[in-house]
């Protein structure tokens, strides 16, 4: 089977280098030429643009940053709607609207194409170990054909409705993160405030039932002042005005897109956690 890949950044790489070790015919597009060679170095073939790479493979798979990217890919004159090609799967794991998977999902059975909305939890570390969480939106029998492909790149792949399903739910789990975020910056500073030693509090989180993979990471990235971008603040704040476009409006939704639309002027392109730098 010969699979495309477009979008090349902090996930993109790892999650393609996946797919190349998993034996098979992988072949790239970035705007970033650099990042397609280090992929070239790594076995896959390079495609000068969307449209070529379209045409000569059985399912693509998108992880770029935003609507206006997929807009962009699919619909310029090399973009994947002006490919000479039928039956294929797309695949688009960009963490963007439902609105933009609905449209581009009806381009494509204009064209004869299949798409699917999936998305994933996880960052670069779960994507450098093939366990990310992949929730997908779009008809069953496309998923059925595709399942077996993104359980190279996820620990859990599981349809959830009709195309937009998976923008939902990633939207969704992203907001809880936002939560989390802002509600252990904001402990640890108050437990900061009262003479408590992040250290130590975050040996009590970890060992209590609301410690969680996330405070740890998080945790040691705060004792270490190491902010690099595991998942930038500037894509929280994407992402949950993508959130209340859909409709969420509960006063704790609201309250973190205001703290991080506030952060994101300084320390948007640092890891979402820099928000307690913003919080001090």
């Known amino acids: ?23 098979y015919r992988l072949t790239v597009y970035n705007r970033n030429k650099a990042k397609s060679e280090l992929l070239q170095a790594a076995g896959a073939t390079v495609a000068s643009n969307p449209k070529s790479l379209m045409e000569r493979v059985d399912i693509l798979i998108l992880m770029v940053s935003d609507d206006a990217a997929i807009s962009e890919i699919f619909e310029s004159e090399t973009g994947l709607l002006n490919a000479e090609t039928k039956g294929a799967i797309i695949i688009n794991m960009s963490t963007v609207s439902p609105d933009i998977s609905k449209k581009m999902s009806e381009k494509c059975i204009e064209k004869g194409l299949n798409y699917l909305d999936a998305p994933v939890s996880g960052s670069v570390k779960q994507a450098e170990t093939g366990q990310l ?16 492909i993104l359980d190279h790149l996820g620990k859990l792949t599981l349809r959830v409705g009709e195309i937009g399903s998976g923008n939902h739910a990633k939207l969704a789990i992203n907001s809880l993160l936002a939560l989390y975020t802002q509600g252990l910056a904001e402990t640890i500073l108050f437990a900061n405030q009262n003479g408590i030693e992040t250290q130590d509090l975050l040996t009590l989180i970890n060992n209590a039932a609301i410690g969680n993979v996330f405070s740890k990471i998080k945790g040691d990235a705060i004792l270490a002042n190491q902010f690099k971008p595991a998942f930038a603040l500037k894509h929280i704040v994407k992402d949950l005005r993508l959130a209340k476009d859909q409709g969420i409006s509960s006063p704790l939704a609201q309250t973190a897109l205001s703290t991080f639309e506030k952060a994101e002027a300084n320390y948007g392109e640092e890891d979402l956690i820099a928000v307690i730098k913003a919080l001090k």
Do not use: S
């Open 133 to 148: 969480v992949i929730m997908v939106g779009g008809e069953e029998a496309v998923y059925q054909k595709a399942k077996p």
């Open 1 to 23: 089977m010969n699979i495309g890949w477009i979008g090349l950044g902090n996930m993109g790489i790892p999650m393609a280098t996946q797919l190349l070790n998993a034996g």
